[in-house]
């Protein structure tokens, strides 16, 4: 069983920094794309930052030059260092992969991480 498990979520000041941490698991074969989304309270689901097979990374304009998005492929683990935090940045963000499992016709997968709450406040 393939998982996506984040960490690395909580709370802090405007202008401060998280970095967050997305760990697949389970028996896979490859993973394509990974990515990361946020939802915040009232607003619909947002791309933040996606990186392709081919190394490609997408940002989303908001948070271009603030947020940093890398992926350890040895480790199966996709990062997102977060600095100069907003207010408009609180969402539970949330790990997105596609996924080539072991044992399932070689087929790609959908899977999504459990979301990890990201606040910032004064």
């Known amino acids: 069983q393939v998982q996506l498990v984040e960490s690395g979520g909580g709370s802090v000041q405007p202008g401060g920094s998280l970095t967050l941490s997305c760990a697949a698991s389970?028996?896979?074969?490859?993973?394509?794309?990974m990515g990361w989304y946020r939802h915040a309270p009232g607003k619909q689901r947002e791309l933040v930052a996606e990186?392709?097979?081919?190394?490609?990374?997408n940002y989303a304009d908001s948070v271009k030059g603030r947020f940093t998005f890398s992926r350890d492929n040895a480790k199966n683990t996709a990062y997102l260092q977060m600095n100069d935090l907003k207010p408009e940045d609180t969402a539970v963000y949330f790990c997105?992969?596609?996924?080539?499992?072991?044992?399932?016709?070689?087929?790609?997968?959908?899977?999504w991480g459990q979301g990890t709450q990201v606040t910032v406040s004064s």
């Open positions: 389970g028996s896979i074969f490859s993973i394509n794309d």
């Open positions: 990186i392709g097979s081919g190394g490609n990374i």
């Open positions: 997105h992969a596609v996924i080539t499992p072991y044992g399932l016709g070689f087929t790609s997968y959908d899977y």
